[in-house]
């Protein structure tokens, strides 16, 4: 878990990236730079970044669309944003590759995905033979990507999901994966981004006693308690943790928009000033 608090475009990457960037500014081509910062940014904003970044970098750099296009392409695939196009290339291969198995799963997953997550294009996922198996193997790979972007209400959030699955027969499977969640809530100077990987270590899933159920009904079941009880309880939890609510995001003060400084909450002090300023009046 990776929780900042600071300036625009919060986020852990972004400090280590701007340190770096500093004492190699020097050295290093400003395209370089560049892609690191917008590698590094919160979900949806990469464009709003790319226009700040267009500004300070040099004429022939902010104008170089293969550079950015391929930029893009990076983020897509690190952060997962490309199935959120749904009619990317890139989502379009992986959602036609593979045999029976994956047909089967992007079956059961296209209802899923309706009853569970936002409409396209916030969300999208993807069905391909596990890297390097043959497209009739029994190794799948299932990506899920979700986003809410609402930058005129200061904050975006993603959902990306990796789950790794191997068939065992027409009725069990094994799963694992890992679920990324990205989150950044700004106004003004006040700014907090939320960064966490949650492992979902691997286990044997076998189909309900229904008619009809199989291994991709079993698989989906899973995923849906993992979703429910292990991920959305666990930020719960943490929220809800006398570190966090109590202390941690307590400390975090709103700053002013005209001076910005941070809000001083002791009243007294307040009062205090106000008298000396009334008593300076007279």
């Keep these: ?119 396209p294009p916030s969300s999208g996922y993807a069905v391909s033979p596990a890297v390097g198996a043959s497209a009739n193997a029994d190794s799948l790979t299932l990506e899920v990507y979700a986003e809410k972007v609402s930058v005129s209400n200061c904050h975006t959030g993603s959902w990306h999901a990796t789950y790794t699955i191997q068939v065992l027969s027409s009725t069990s499977a094994t799963i694992g994966g890992t679920v990324r969640l990205r989150s950044h809530e700004y106004e003004d100077m006040a700014n907090v981004q939320l960064s966490s990987t949650h492992t979902l270590d691997q286990v044997t899933v076998s189909a309900g006693q229904e008619a009809g159920q199989d291994w991709a009904d079993a698989v989906l079941s899973q995923i849906q308690i993992w979703e429910r009880d292990d991920v959305q309880g666990y930020l719960a939890n943490l929220y809800d943790g006398e570190r966090m609510n109590d202390g941690m995001l307590r400390s975090m003060r709103r700053v002013l928009p005209v001076t910005r400084t941070r809000m001083d909450w002791n009243m007294g002090g307040h009062r205090l000033v106000k008298t000396l300023n009334d008593t300076k009046k007279k």
């Design 1 to 119: 878990l990776i929780l900042a608090v600071g300036v625009p475009w919060l986020c852990s990457e972004y400090y280590s990236t701007m340190s770096k960037a500093s004492a190699a500014a020097s050295q290093e081509d400003p395209l370089a730079i560049a892609r690191r910062i917008l590698l590094s940014s919160p979900p949806g904003e990469f464009d709003l970044i790319l226009a700040d970044l267009r500004k300070v970098l040099p004429a022939g750099a902010a104008a170089n669309e293969q550079f950015i296009a391929e930029t893009r392409r990076l983020y897509g695939e690190q952060t997962g944003s490309r199935l959120s196009t749904g009619a990317g290339a890139d989502s379009g291969e992986r959602n036609v590759a593979g045999g029976e198995k994956c047909a089967k799963l992007r079956s059961k997953m296209d209802s899923y995905m309706t009853s569970n997550y936002c409409a």
